[in-house]
């Protein structure tokens, strides 16, 4: 059972004259995309009461792509990516931590920045 099995004496040297090369062109397939939108920014001056209520209004309209809030010395306290999947029926399960962050932050600060930048 432990006896050796037969191979051949010359097993590197087959190797060798069985390998080939073999040339090969590459042409790149990505096509050239240009992925330009135009996106329009708007900034209000708004208070600290009213901040969760227009957050909540911009994000059910669809066409906004982020939201920034900062504050009157255009410090950004938080900004919130919108994508096209997290519009619609699922917006409460993924933005409410988020909702919930805006909803203290409106608490806290009396006076904010809103920056809405809108897909157009």
């Known amino acids: 059972m432990n006896e050796p099995a037969n191979r051949p004496?010359?097993?590197?040297?087959w190797v060798e004259r069985e390998s080939?090369?073999?040339?090969?062109?590459?042409?790149?397939?990505?096509?050239?995309?240009?992925?330009?939108?135009?996106v329009g920014v708007e900034?209000?001056?708004?208070?600290?009461e009213h901040l969760l209520t227009k957050v909540k209004e911009l994000i059910h309209q669809g066409n906004?792509?982020?939201?920034l809030i900062k504050t009157e010395d255009n410090r950004t306290l938080i900004e919130i990516p919108l994508t096209v999947g997290a519009i619609g029926g699922a917006i409460g399960v993924t933005l409410f931590p988020l909702i919930a962050a805006v909803g203290a932050i409106g608490a806290?600060?009396?006076?904010?920045?809103?920056?809405?930048?809108r897909r157009e």
């Open 20 to 38: 080939r090369s073999v040339e090969v062109e590459t042409n790149p397939v990505a096509p050239e995309v240009e992925n330009k939108v135009k």
């Open 43 to 48: 900034e209000f001056n708004i208070s600290g």
């Open 108 to 117: 806290l600060v009396a006076r904010l920045k809103l920056v809405i930048e």
């Open 9 to 13: 004496q010359d097993n590197q040297n």
């Open 64 to 67: 906004i792509r982020r939201i």
